[in-house]
C-alpha cells in the first residue's frame, strides 16, 4: 500500500501479487496499478472479476472497466459499462463524463451534448469539485467543433460563465460566447453572477459587476440584489451610493 501511495506502482503491483494473490482488496489495488501503469487490457480483465467478491465496490468496478476499454478505444464495451453506473452512486457523475467520451470517440455529438447538458446542472460533489463547470466546459469544445452553433455557443457560454464565477474556466465561457457573436451581456445574466459571487462572500467583486452596468439610479433589479445582498454587502460605501 505504501508503495501504491508513493506512485510506485510497478514495486506495488508485483508485491501485490505475490503476498496477497487472492486477496479481493489487493486485486483491485492490483487494478488500479494496471491502469496508472498504461496497463488497460490486464484492467479491463480484472475488475469485472471482482464484481461478486466486492459488491459494494460495483459501480466503481464499472468505473474502472469503462475507463479501460475507453482506452483501448473499445467504446460499445466501455458505454455499457459507464451506464451500469446507477444514478446515486457516488462515481455517477465519472461515468457520465466517460460516457460523453465514448459518444463524442463514435460520432455521436449531439449524443454527448446530452448528456453533459444533465451534468450541467447538478450541484458540486461533496468535494466541492464543480462538475458542471466542467460539463459546460465540454460542452463548448463539442459545439465549437461542430460550427454553425452559435446561438448554442453563446447560451453555454454565458450560462457557465454567470452560474459559475468562481471555476478556473468561468472566462473562458465569455470569450466563447463572444468569439460567438455575443457584443454585450444582457443584464440578467450579470445579475445572476453578482448575486452568486455575493452568496460566495466576493462582495466587492459583485459590487463592481453591478456598477459596469452604470447604474445611475437604483432600479428594481439592482436594488433588490443589493438589498438582498447581506449587512456586508450593503455597508461597502459604493452598495450606499446605489441603494439611496
Known sequence: ????????????????????????????????????????????????????KLPALSPRLHLHTGNALLEQEKYEEAEKEFRAIAPDAVVYTEGQFGLAKVLQSRKQPLEALSVLSTMSNRPPTSLGRDTAAEALQSSLAILEGLGGQPESLRDVGLKLWSEHPKAAMAERGLAAAQRAGLKEVPVEVKLVRAELLEEAHHNAEALAMLQRRKVTSCDATACGTLAGGGAAFQTLPQARLLLH
Not at 479481493?24 to 487490457?41: H, I, N, S, V
Open 1 to 52: 500500500v505504501k508503495a501504491f501511495r508513493e506512485g510506485r506502482y510497478t514495486q506495488a503491483q508485483a508485491l501485490l501479487a505475490k503476498k496477497l494473490p487472492d486477496d479481493a482488496g489487493g486485486q483491485y489495488l492490483q487494478g488500479l496499478c494496471f491502469l496508472k501503469l498504461g496497463q488497460f487490457d490486464k484492467a479491463a480483465a480484472l475488475f469485472p472479476q471482482l464484481a461478486e
